[in-house]
């Protein structure tokens, strides 16, 4: 079994929209990050999204 992250060197980007579900965010960059990818956290709204 290799020892490298399935997505090491990627990034990945987790599209949000204010309303979002914070735990599923959370969770989803957790996944990812435990496979090596680098995260972007991305809106359409113009500053910060609120969850």
Do not use: C
Not at 25 to 42: C, F, H, S
């Amino acid at each position: 079994m290799s020892d490298q992250k399935r997505l090491s060197g990627m990034t990945v980007a987790v599209l949000v929209a204010n309303g979002f579900e914070e735990i599923v965010m959370t969770d989803t960059q957790k996944a990812l990050a435990a496979e090596g990818a680098a995260i972007r956290i991305v809106s359409h709204e113009v500053g910060l999204a609120n969850g």
